[in-house]
């Protein structure tokens, strides 16, 4: 059974950072690639950062590049979301995804 389950968020002020962690069980967590979404209030869920299963080779949206950082560690099945430079409309509950699997998401609120 696929589980991915995301830590990691809060209330953090404009310019602060957080770093996100994703745990996923149930499949071969290292022969795939990881994407992180994220939905903000009353939008769409969509794609941010997705590393693949060579983590060098990672993608990220235009609207994250240069401040968000995704890495993983496959000897605990972990992806991690770096989030430096943070802005109001960053706020969003972000998920990790895999194959038409999410975890419950976790909260990430950017406010002064």
């Known amino acids: 059974q696929v589980q991915l389950v995301e830590s990691g968020g809060g209330l953090v002020q404009p310019g602060g950072s957080l770093k996100l962690s994703c745990v996923a069980s149930g499949f071969a967590f290292s022969n795939y690639a990881i994407t992180w979404y994220r939905r903000p209030p009353g939008k769409e869920r969509d794609p941010i950062a997705t590393i693949g299963k060579t983590p060098s080779i990672t993608t990220y949206a235009d609207s994250v590049k240069g401040r968000f950082t995704i890495s993983r560690d496959n000897a605990k099945n972990t992806v991690y979301l770096q989030l430096n430079s943070l802005r109001p409309e960053d706020t969003a509950v972000y998920y990790c995804?895999?194959?038409?699997?999410w975890g419950q998401g976790t909260q990430v609120t950017v406010s002064s």
């Open positions: 995804g895999w194959a038409g699997h």
